[in-house]
C-alpha cells in the first residue's frame, strides 16, 4: 500500500516569515494529494490539494507544488501568522482507493 | 450547509464495555469514511462506505469492531468489548463520491479506563 512520509515533525517560524513542510510519497499511481490543517481538540480542515495533472497551486498565502517524478510534494505557507499555527497533515490517494495520511507537522508561528 | 456531524464528543467507558459512535455525513454525500486518530498521529483508514456498501474494510479490527450505514445515509461504529488501546479519537468524514474531497467530522474523544 500507499507510505506517506512528512517532514520536519515540527517547525517554528518568526511572524512574517515562510514555512514549507515536505512529503514524500510511495505509489506511483497516487493521483490526489490533500493537505488538511488540524487545530488541538479539533477536526482536520482541508486548505489546500492538488491533483496529479497540474503541478502548483495557490490560494492567497498558500501553495502546494507537486513532483510526480520524483514523488513528492510540497505546502509553502508564506507571511504567516500566529493563526497559522497548527498540525499539518499531508495525504495521498492511491490506487487503491484509500487516503493514506502523513505523520504530521506541528507548526508554530512566534509573534 | 451543514458539516459531517458526529455524537457523543466525548465518551469514557471501563474497559470490556461497549460503545457507539455516530455519523451523520454531508448531505448528497455518497462516501463515507471512518478513521482512528492516535494522539500525535495522521487519520488511519477503518472502513469505507459507498453508500450503504463497506468497500474497504481491511483495517478494522473485526474480532471486536463493527460498522454499519443500513439506509446509505448515517453510520455506526462499535466497538465491544473495549480494551485500553482503543482510546483515541474517532473521525468521521465523508465525499461525494471516492477520490473527491474528504470532510471529516469533529471526532469522538475515546477514553478507556
Known amino acids: 500500500g500507499e507510505n506517506v512520509e512528512q517532514h520536519p515533525s515540527t517547525l517554528s517560524v518568526q511572524e512574517g516569515d515562510s514555512a514549507v513542510i515536505k512529503c514524500t510519497y510511495s505509489?506511483?499511481?497516487?493521483?490526489?494529494f490533500p493537505w488538511y490543517k488540524q487545530e488541538l481538540g479539533k477536526r482536520p480542515q482541508l486548505i489546500i490539494d492538488i491533483r496529479s495533472n497540474v503541478g502548483e497551486k495557490k490560494d492567497q498565502r498558500i501553495a502546494v507544488t507537486l513532483n510526480k517524478t520524483a514523488k513528492h510534494f510540497s505546502l509553502h505557507i508564506t507571511e504567516t501568522q500566529p493563526e497559522d499555527s497548527a498540525v499539518y497533515f499531508c495525504?495521498?490517494?492511491?490506487?487503491?482507493?484509500?487516503?493514506?495520511f502523513g505523520g504530521g507537522t506541528r507548526l508554530m508561528v512566534k509573534p | 450547509e451543514a458539516g459531517v456531524v458526529q455524537s457523543p464528543r466525548y465518551k469514557i467507558i471501563e474497559k470490556k464495555q461497549p460503545v457507539a459512535f455516530w455519523c451523520n455525513p454531508i448531505s448528497g454525500h455518497n462516501t463515507l469514511y471512518w478513521y482512528l486518530q492516535n494522539l500525535g498521529q495522521g487519520p488511519e483508514l477503518l472502513i469505507r462506505?459507498?453508500?450503504?456498501?463497506?468497500?474497504?474494510d481491511s483495517q478494522l479490527p473485526k474480532d471486536r469492531f463493527s460498522a454499519e450505514r443500513l439506509k446509505g445515509v448515517d453510520s455506526t461504529l462499535k466497538i465491544q468489548p473495549a480494551e485500553l488501546g482503543d482510546s483515541a479519537v474517532y473521525l468521521c468524514?465523508?465525499?461525494?463520491?471516492?477520490?473527491?474531497?474528504?470532510?471529516f467530522g469533529p471526532g469522538t474523544r475515546l477514553l478507556v479506563l
Open positions: 468524514a465523508s465525499s461525494v463520491t471516492s477520490g473527491e474531497t474528504q470532510y
Open positions: 462506505y459507498e453508500n450503504e456498501e463497506a468497500v474497504d
Open positions: 495525504a495521498a490517494w492511491d490506487a487503491g482507493n484509500m487516503l493514506t
Open positions: 505509489d506511483s499511481a497516487s493521483n490526489y
